[in-house]
T-cell receptor, first 117, second 110 residues
Protein backbone atom coordinates (compact mmCIF):
# COMPACT_ATOMS: atom_id res chain seq x y z
CA UNK A 1 0.00 0.00 0.00
CA UNK A 2 1.31 3.46 -0.88
CA UNK A 3 0.14 4.92 2.40
CA UNK A 4 -1.92 8.06 2.79
CA UNK A 5 -1.55 10.22 -0.30
CA UNK A 6 -2.00 13.96 -0.21
CA UNK A 7 -1.98 16.42 -3.05
CA UNK A 8 -0.61 18.86 -3.83
CA UNK A 9 2.59 18.76 -1.76
CA UNK A 10 2.94 22.51 -2.05
CA UNK A 11 0.39 25.18 -2.82
CA UNK A 12 0.99 28.90 -3.17
CA UNK A 13 -2.05 31.04 -3.74
CA UNK A 14 -3.16 34.62 -3.48
CA UNK A 15 -5.35 35.86 -0.70
CA UNK A 16 -9.02 35.49 -1.58
CA UNK A 17 -8.55 32.49 -3.83
CA UNK A 18 -10.14 29.11 -3.24
CA UNK A 19 -7.81 26.29 -2.19
CA UNK A 20 -8.62 22.59 -2.29
CA UNK A 21 -6.45 20.00 -0.56
CA UNK A 22 -6.90 16.35 -1.40
CA UNK A 23 -6.38 13.12 0.48
CA UNK A 24 -6.53 9.45 -0.41
CA UNK A 25 -6.57 7.32 2.76
CA UNK A 26 -5.14 3.84 3.10
CA UNK A 27 -7.47 1.27 1.58
CA UNK A 28 -9.61 -0.39 4.24
CA UNK A 29 -9.27 2.39 6.76
CA UNK A 30 -12.57 3.79 7.99
CA UNK A 31 -11.44 6.89 9.87
CA UNK A 32 -9.92 9.96 8.28
CA UNK A 33 -8.51 13.04 9.95
CA UNK A 34 -7.45 16.48 8.79
CA UNK A 35 -4.82 18.23 10.90
CA UNK A 36 -3.13 21.59 10.60
CA UNK A 37 0.40 22.09 11.89
CA UNK A 38 1.46 25.50 13.10
CA UNK A 39 4.38 26.64 15.20
CA UNK A 40 2.18 27.85 18.01
CA UNK A 41 -0.30 25.00 18.34
CA UNK A 42 1.49 22.02 16.86
CA UNK A 43 -0.90 19.52 15.29
CA UNK A 44 -4.48 20.76 15.51
CA UNK A 45 -7.34 18.42 14.70
CA UNK A 46 -9.64 20.17 12.23
CA UNK A 47 -12.17 17.46 11.47
CA UNK A 48 -12.48 13.71 11.43
CA UNK A 49 -14.69 11.32 9.54
CA UNK A 50 -15.76 7.82 10.45
CA UNK A 51 -17.21 5.68 7.67
CA UNK A 52 -17.34 8.82 5.47
CA UNK A 53 -19.47 10.71 7.99
CA UNK A 54 -18.12 13.84 9.69
CA UNK A 55 -18.05 13.10 13.41
CA UNK A 56 -16.46 16.21 14.88
CA UNK A 57 -15.74 19.42 13.00
CA UNK A 58 -15.35 21.62 16.05
CA UNK A 59 -11.72 22.19 15.15
CA UNK A 60 -12.54 23.84 11.84
CA UNK A 61 -11.46 27.43 12.45
CA UNK A 62 -14.08 29.30 10.44
CA UNK A 63 -16.87 28.94 7.92
CA UNK A 64 -14.25 29.51 5.25
CA UNK A 65 -13.12 25.94 5.89
CA UNK A 66 -15.10 22.94 4.68
CA UNK A 67 -14.34 19.26 4.31
CA UNK A 68 -16.00 16.47 2.42
CA UNK A 69 -15.60 12.74 2.12
CA UNK A 70 -17.76 11.60 -0.79
CA UNK A 71 -16.47 8.02 -0.58
CA UNK A 72 -14.12 5.83 1.41
CA UNK A 73 -11.14 6.58 -0.80
CA UNK A 74 -11.20 10.35 -1.11
CA UNK A 75 -11.51 13.47 0.99
CA UNK A 76 -11.07 17.19 0.37
CA UNK A 77 -10.41 20.17 2.58
CA UNK A 78 -11.43 23.46 1.01
CA UNK A 79 -10.64 26.99 2.09
CA UNK A 80 -12.61 29.78 0.49
CA UNK A 81 -11.61 32.53 0.54
CA UNK A 82 -8.08 31.86 1.68
CA UNK A 83 -6.20 34.28 3.94
CA UNK A 84 -2.49 34.64 4.78
CA UNK A 85 -3.09 33.30 8.30
CA UNK A 86 -4.20 30.00 6.77
CA UNK A 87 -0.60 29.37 5.75
CA UNK A 88 0.47 26.12 7.40
CA UNK A 89 1.12 22.47 6.68
CA UNK A 90 -2.07 20.45 6.45
CA UNK A 91 -1.91 16.73 7.19
CA UNK A 92 -4.38 14.02 6.41
CA UNK A 93 -4.30 10.79 8.40
CA UNK A 94 -6.27 7.56 8.30
CA UNK A 95 -6.81 4.59 10.56
CA UNK A 96 -9.00 1.57 11.04
CA UNK A 97 -11.31 1.62 13.97
CA UNK A 98 -13.57 -1.22 15.06
CA UNK A 99 -17.06 -0.16 16.10
CA UNK A 100 -17.03 1.22 19.61
CA UNK A 101 -13.28 0.85 19.88
CA UNK A 102 -10.59 3.36 20.66
CA UNK A 103 -8.44 4.88 17.99
CA UNK A 104 -4.98 3.39 18.23
CA UNK A 105 -2.58 4.27 15.46
CA UNK A 106 -3.12 6.75 12.65
CA UNK A 107 -1.03 6.88 9.51
CA UNK A 108 -0.17 10.27 8.13
CA UNK A 109 0.33 11.60 4.64
CA UNK A 110 3.32 13.77 3.84
CA UNK A 111 1.30 16.94 4.16
CA UNK A 112 0.45 19.90 1.96
CA UNK A 113 2.38 23.07 2.62
CA UNK A 114 0.01 25.95 1.95
CA UNK A 115 1.25 29.49 1.51
CA UNK A 116 -1.27 32.26 1.05
CA UNK A 117 0.27 35.54 -0.06
CA UNK B 1 -8.55 24.24 24.02
CA UNK B 2 -5.27 22.37 24.31
CA UNK B 3 -6.20 19.02 25.80
CA UNK B 4 -2.69 17.68 25.25
CA UNK B 5 0.27 19.82 26.22
CA UNK B 6 3.97 19.54 25.63
CA UNK B 7 5.46 22.40 27.60
CA UNK B 8 9.01 22.07 26.34
CA UNK B 9 9.32 23.26 22.74
CA UNK B 10 12.88 22.00 22.50
CA UNK B 11 15.35 19.65 24.14
CA UNK B 12 19.03 19.13 23.50
CA UNK B 13 20.97 16.11 24.75
CA UNK B 14 24.36 14.55 24.16
CA UNK B 15 24.66 11.35 22.17
CA UNK B 16 24.54 8.32 24.44
CA UNK B 17 22.61 10.10 27.18
CA UNK B 18 18.95 9.73 28.03
CA UNK B 19 16.31 11.93 26.40
CA UNK B 20 13.12 12.51 28.37
CA UNK B 21 10.17 14.12 26.65
CA UNK B 22 7.13 15.05 28.71
CA UNK B 23 3.44 15.40 27.97
CA UNK B 24 0.41 16.38 30.05
CA UNK B 25 -3.26 15.95 29.26
CA UNK B 26 -6.46 17.30 30.73
CA UNK B 27 -9.19 15.00 29.44
CA UNK B 28 -9.68 12.02 31.76
CA UNK B 29 -11.57 10.21 28.98
CA UNK B 30 -8.36 9.61 27.05
CA UNK B 31 -7.52 5.93 27.24
CA UNK B 32 -4.77 5.47 24.70
CA UNK B 33 -1.59 7.46 24.30
CA UNK B 34 0.90 7.62 21.49
CA UNK B 35 4.17 9.23 20.52
CA UNK B 36 4.91 10.25 16.95
CA UNK B 37 8.19 11.34 15.44
CA UNK B 38 8.37 13.85 12.64
CA UNK B 39 11.28 14.66 10.35
CA UNK B 40 11.28 17.81 8.20
CA UNK B 41 9.09 17.63 5.08
CA UNK B 42 7.60 14.32 6.18
CA UNK B 43 4.38 13.35 7.92
CA UNK B 44 4.48 12.20 11.54
CA UNK B 45 5.23 8.50 11.98
CA UNK B 46 4.07 6.32 14.82
CA UNK B 47 6.74 5.52 17.40
CA UNK B 48 5.27 3.87 20.47
CA UNK B 49 2.00 3.73 22.38
CA UNK B 50 0.50 2.79 25.71
CA UNK B 51 -2.95 1.86 26.88
CA UNK B 52 -4.40 3.41 30.01
CA UNK B 53 -4.43 0.01 31.69
CA UNK B 54 -0.64 0.01 31.73
CA UNK B 55 1.93 2.31 33.23
CA UNK B 56 4.92 1.36 31.10
CA UNK B 57 5.62 0.13 27.61
CA UNK B 58 9.09 -0.56 26.28
CA UNK B 59 10.29 -1.03 22.71
CA UNK B 60 14.03 -1.18 22.27
CA UNK B 61 15.55 2.16 23.17
CA UNK B 62 12.12 3.75 23.64
CA UNK B 63 10.02 3.53 26.79
CA UNK B 64 6.77 5.33 27.48
CA UNK B 65 5.58 5.87 31.05
CA UNK B 66 2.04 6.77 31.99
CA UNK B 67 0.94 8.33 35.28
CA UNK B 68 -2.83 8.47 35.11
CA UNK B 69 -3.33 10.17 38.46
CA UNK B 70 -1.10 13.02 37.32
CA UNK B 71 -2.39 12.90 33.74
CA UNK B 72 1.19 12.78 32.60
CA UNK B 73 3.19 10.67 30.25
CA UNK B 74 6.78 10.68 29.20
CA UNK B 75 8.97 9.19 26.51
CA UNK B 76 12.46 8.00 27.41
CA UNK B 77 15.06 7.38 24.74
CA UNK B 78 18.21 5.68 25.90
CA UNK B 79 20.82 5.81 24.61
CA UNK B 80 20.02 8.82 22.43
CA UNK B 81 21.44 8.83 18.91
CA UNK B 82 21.90 11.70 16.42
CA UNK B 83 19.30 10.05 14.17
CA UNK B 84 16.73 10.57 16.92
CA UNK B 85 16.85 14.32 16.24
CA UNK B 86 13.31 15.20 15.19
CA UNK B 87 10.10 16.74 16.48
CA UNK B 88 8.20 14.44 18.83
CA UNK B 89 4.45 14.72 19.18
CA UNK B 90 2.48 13.30 22.06
CA UNK B 91 -1.06 12.19 21.23
CA UNK B 92 -4.04 10.95 23.22
CA UNK B 93 -7.19 9.30 22.02
CA UNK B 94 -10.68 8.57 23.28
CA UNK B 95 -12.94 6.68 20.92
CA UNK B 96 -12.43 8.11 17.44
CA UNK B 97 -10.89 11.33 18.65
CA UNK B 98 -7.12 11.84 18.67
CA UNK B 99 -5.48 15.04 19.91
CA UNK B 100 -1.88 16.09 19.64
CA UNK B 101 0.47 18.25 21.63
CA UNK B 102 2.44 21.09 20.06
CA UNK B 103 5.57 18.97 19.77
CA UNK B 104 9.07 18.99 21.25
CA UNK B 105 12.09 19.39 19.01
CA UNK B 106 14.81 16.98 20.14
CA UNK B 107 18.38 17.58 19.09
CA UNK B 108 20.93 14.89 19.86
CA UNK B 109 24.47 16.20 19.58
CA UNK B 110 27.32 13.88 18.55
Amino acid sequence: DAGVIQSPRHEVTEMGQEVTLRCKPISGHNSLFWYRQTMMRGLELLIYFNNNVPIDDSGMPEDRFSAKMPNASFSTLKIQPSEPRDSAVYFCASSFEATGGTLTEAFFGQGTRLTVV
Amino acid sequence: DQQVKQNSPSLSVQEGRISILNCDYTNSMFDYFLWYKKYPAEGPTFLISISSIKDKNEDGRFTVFLNKSAKHLSLHIVPSQPGDSAVYFCAASAGNDMRFGAGTRLTVKP
